[in-house]
């Protein structure tokens, strides 16, 4: 257990830097929505923005962190630990991040929407439930594409022995197989007091237990690939 939990801490202490950096992006906007501008719409709009970003934040944060191992892969597939435990340190520290990043993002949108609920009166609980349910439709979506990338990565891995730099070509089947960002859909209400956000899910990914089951066999398939390649 203390082994891998210096693994998790070298995985964090070498992402921590990107998490960083996210936050500040994100005080960035925020402080000029607050300071800069004066409609409210715009205001919470603007604040919202970054919220919708996350969906690709799991996957490329996870991408961020094994393209540093992948400048030295011969030594992380050497290592001691399991391939599921080194992938397990990866995800955690990824997950980790989000939560911090996506919960940091909604602490302005919501503060907007519950000061300002005398102006906003009737809109202001169905603008805190659409920001609450895009907020999760988001997160599990960022989780599903984070797997179905991390699943890619390892098989990448091992067609590089085979073809090479041409192996990258199954990020691009991938992507014309299956693109979430087509299902992000807007609804402004009829008197266009407020927005409403709805994000779903195609295919599988609508049903929360699959999901769960399909995410769980792409760790294992990812974990069996990594301990092969490891063998070779």
Do not use: C
Request: net charge neutral; proline share 4%; charged share 15%.
């Amino acid at each position: 257990m203390n082994a891998w939990l210096a693994v998790f801490k070298k995985d964090f202490r070498m992402t921590a830097p990107w998490l960083l950096t996210g936050l500040l992006i994100i005080l960035s906007i925020d402080l000029i929505a607050l300071v800069m501008v004066a409609d409210l719409e715009i205001k919470l709009i603007l604040s919202a923005s970054s919220i919708l970003f996350h969906i690709l934040y799991f996957p490329f944060f996870l991408a961020s962190s094994l393209d540093q191992e992948k400048k030295q892969m011969h030594l992380w597939l050497h290592s001691p630990r399991p391939a599921w435990q080194l992938l397990l340190s990866k995800v955690l520290n990824a997950l980790i991040a989000k939560i911090l990043s996506l919960g940091f993002s909604l602490v302005v949108p919501s503060f907007l929407i519950w000061k300002h609920s005398t102006a906003m009166q009737k809109p202001t609980q169905v603008e805190m439930e659409s920001l609450m349910d895009t907020a999760i439709s988001i997160f599990i979506a960022s989780l599903n594409l984070g797997f179905i990338f991390l699943m890619l990565w390892t098989i990448q891995q091992s067609l590089k022995r085979w073809i090479g730099k041409w192996s990258g070509v199954i990020y691009v089947v991938a992507i014309l197989f299956y693109n979430p960002l087509m299902e992000l859909k807007t609804q402004i209400s009829p008197d266009e007091t407020y927005v409403e956000f709805n994000f779903l899910e195609p295919g599988p990914w609508s049903d929360g237990v699959l999901s769960a089951v399909l995410i769980w066999i792409f760790f294992l398939l990812s974990a069996w690939l990594l301990d092969k390649k490891t063998e070779v």
